[in-house]
């Protein structure tokens, strides 16, 4: 899948080899495999600049990744991206989630939403267990972590460049 390249290297660049952000490539695999998937690609005549991954429902698209390669970091592939996942959103009529903002948010990022959202709404992030015999053996080697979900937790044994 050309998303998981493209992934790898911005995990590479930023660092996020370890953390809650270290995604596998199978979990691509398991979202291309989604009825809902939506995937978005940006080009240049070589490889993929960019690409951005979401699910459809409930009249949403629900951004999971974006992600942009050193390059179309240079050629501003984010921008083509981000209003290619837009002009798809508006002209379905769905609303573009890109997911909360907390308060304590970066300037960055919170200009980045607002810049790129086609509706603003409130987000309430809730911490559920359903099924707490499955996250208590899922957890058990993270035992009182207060990262959620502690499965996720940054490991402090993985360093950040593996």
């Known amino acids: ?10 995990k590479r660049r930023r660092g996020l080899a370890g953390g809650f952000f270290d995604f596998p490539p199978a979990h691509f695999e398991r979202v291309a495999h989604l009825e809902s998937a939506v995937f978005f690609r940006v080009s240049d005549a070589n490889a993929a600049a960019g690409m951005a991954c979401g699910v459809m429902f409930d009249g949403m698209i629900h951004l999971l990744h974006i992600a942009i390669t050193d390059d179309g970091s240079r050629k501003d592939a984010s921008y083509m991206l981000m209003g290619t996942m837009l002009e798809f959103a508006r002209e379905r009529r769905l609303l573009l989630a890109l997911g909360g903002l907390p308060n304590s948010a970066d300037e960055g990022v919170r200009r980045f939403k607002a810049r790129w959202s086609n509706r603003r ?22 035992a009182g972590s207060s990262y959620f979900p502690a499965y996720r937790a ?9």
């Open 1 to 10: 899948m050309a998303i998981v390249a493209v992934y790898q290297e911005l």
């Open 121 to 142: 709404a409130p987000v309430h992030l809730l911490r559920l267990v359903n099924d707490r015999p499955s996250y208590a053996a899922m957890t058990r080697e993270v």
């Open 154 to 162: 940054p490991s402090p044994d993985v360093p950040a460049d593996a």
